[in-house]
């Protein structure tokens, strides 16, 4: 609706209203409308959800259309963020905010810092995303008003082009309110639990709910060992959860992203139920790891499944939680990624633990030849050291590929004591290689960044983004970045460990995964 029209809707009530509301301003009416354009969190949830919903469908026809996602813990470090982003881009187009339960965990419990296992209360997401809501709403209010009264100014001057452009950007103005991603953890409980709170969380503003399959009780950190899955139909009810919460409330296109730790996970806590051969249980249990039993009188109150005509007994430790088969992380993801997929989730998340390029494009591989459209959301960590993982994988490419990689020790490129690299000959925009002589070692050290013009940096340069959208099918992004930075698009990378947070621009980035190309030139973000 344009400014004249709520101009005229808003005298129109007042007229009718007659002599004791002469004092009210349409005006000022309209302009407060204007104003508060969402009245509640199921206005911004419904809002925010197409928005998103566009994106992905932009994504579909354009792969470099990806989305960022910023993470936050605080209204006012989330408002500060848009409004930098906005002001330098002069657009929030697919940029998100993300809730995330470790931050939440570390930094929004009554119980003070808390690790990430689920240990906080539930109502502290909600209470986040309706407090980040009020002061997006208020940028909104803030930068408005400030067009307002440049408008009575430019009257005032009898200024009509210039009072005509200033209504032009009232009309066309894009609000700070933009999606939330909100981390639900494991539901917080059974299916029952996860419904309740997710309907706290969509009243609230949210319209994507990410949601992971470990256990509730049981959750850990994404990045940390000891992770126990559930079963797919145990997951699958808390997706329906999920869900059932949005349609009941009226976002019908509210987004669901689906988190696998099974690449970590190495236990389970219960043999999945199986109706027959080949079912989704089947599956699940079939990458259990289990003995024959030849001799029942060794049966001590064990559990025992049926599989190929024998009698297998799987390995249950002290805790009560069942193992699974070693080396069977990955084919795990992938069934839950497809299983997910086909069962309602719009989105993926695979929790990896290090930051590798070819670990996570092969599972994409594999779930994209089942579901083609399958959208990654990729988990650009602070608790990785980024640039010392990918001097290894450039190591680990060039070596691949045939090059001479003798003068250079591989672990030793996990060192960040690195002194400012010697330049062999002038660098291309291409490609740069990078000996960096160690004082107190022999040898030397190489990093690859095919990314932009090179000049001697501050120090050893890293495997670019233009490399890893190249390789993995997806856009990637810093995971901590100042506003300055995040607008150059540059990368900046940190490290954390799984306690309180330490820097005020954490972000984990959301966009989903594009069809798997390998141009002879990479293309840059």
Same mark, same amino acid.
């Given at each position: ?43 911004? =949830? ?14 579909? =026809? ?37 809730? /995330? ?9 009554? %119980? ?43 009257? =005032? ?58 256990? /509730? ?17 145990? %997951? ?9 919460? %949005? ?49 029942? /009188? ?25 193992? %699974? ?122 990093? /690859? ?77």
């Amino acid at each position: 609706m344009r400014y004249e029209h709520h101009l005229a809707a808003a005298a129109a009530t007042i007229d009718s209203a007659g002599a004791p509301w002469r004092g009210i301003d349409a005006e000022a009416v309209a302009r407060m409308r204007l104003q508060n354009r969402f009245q509640s969190g199921l206005d911004i =949830a419904r809002h925010t959800a197409k928005v998103m919903r566009a994106d992905m469908a932009a994504f579909d =026809a354009d792969p470099a259309a990806y989305t960022q996602s910023l993470g936050c813990w605080h209204g006012f470090i989330g408002q500060q963020k848009i409004i930098s982003i906005k002001k330098h881009f002069g657009t929030t187009k697919g940029r998100y905010l993300y809730l /995330s339960g470790w931050m939440v965990a570390a930094l929004r419990s009554g %119980f003070g810092p808390l690790p990430d296992q689920s240990m906080h209360e539930k109502t502290s997401v909600p209470a986040l995303i309706e407090e980040l809501y009020t002061f997006l709403r208020q940028a909104d209010a803030r930068e408005l008003g400030m067009i307002f009264r440049e408008i009575d100014a430019a009257r =005032a001057a009898g200024d009509t082009a210039k009072e005509g452009d200033l209504l032009e950007r009232v009309d066309t103005y894009e609000s700070h309110v933009v999606p939330i991603i909100a981390d639900i953890d494991a539901g917080f409980g059974n299916a029952e639990a996860t419904y309740l709170l997710a309907k706290k969380m969509i009243e609230a503003g949210a319209c994507a709910l990410q949601i992971e399959n470990q256990v /509730s009780d049981e959750k850990q950190c994404g990045h940390q060992d000891g992770k126990v899955t559930v079963p797919h139909e145990d %997951f699958l009810a808390k997706i329906r959860a999920c869900r059932y919460a %949005f349609l009941e409330l009226g976002v019908e296109n509210g987004i669901i992203v689906a988190r696998t730790d099974s690449l970590g996970a190495s236990l389970t806590k219960q043999i999945a139920f199986s109706r027959e051969a080949g079912d989704i249980g089947d599956q699940y249990n079939a990458f259990l790891d289990c003995e024959e039993v030849t001799d029942l /009188s060794t049966l001590r109150g064990d559990v025992v499944i049926e599989r190929d005509g024998r009698l297998m007994r799987p390995k249950r430790l002290p805790s009560n939680l069942f193992q %699974f088969r070693e080396g069977t992380g990955a084919d795990r993801c992938v069934l839950d990624c497809i299983t997910a997929l086909q069962n309602g989730a719009d989105l993926l998340w695979i929790e990896t633990e290090k930051p590798h390029i070819e670990q996570i494009a092969s599972m994409v591989d594999r779930i994209r030849a089942v579901v083609p459209d399958a959208k990654l959301v990729y988990n650009n960590s602070p608790s990785f050291n980024w640039t010392l993982n990918f001097r290894q994988q450039v190591y680990d490419a060039w070596a691949a590929e045939g090059r001479d990689v003798s003068a250079y020790e591989r672990p030793a490129l996990m060192r960040s004591s690195m002194t400012p690299p010697i330049w062999p000959g002038k660098p291309t925009r291409e490609s740069a290689i990078s000996r960096v002589k160690r004082p107190s070692e022999p040898g030397s050290s190489i990093t /690859s960044s095919p990314c932009r013009p090179i000049t001697p940096p501050r120090s050893p340069p890293m495997l670019c983004q233009r490399s890893i959208s190249a390789r993995l099918g997806c856009s990637a992004t810093s995971p901590a970045c100042s506003a300055r930075k995040f607008a150059r698009g540059l990368p900046a990378f940190a490290t954390r460990t799984c306690r309180a947070p330490t820097s005020a621009t954490t972000t984990k980035n959301i966009f989903p995964a594009r069809p798997r190309s390998r141009p002879a030139a990479s293309t840059t973000r």
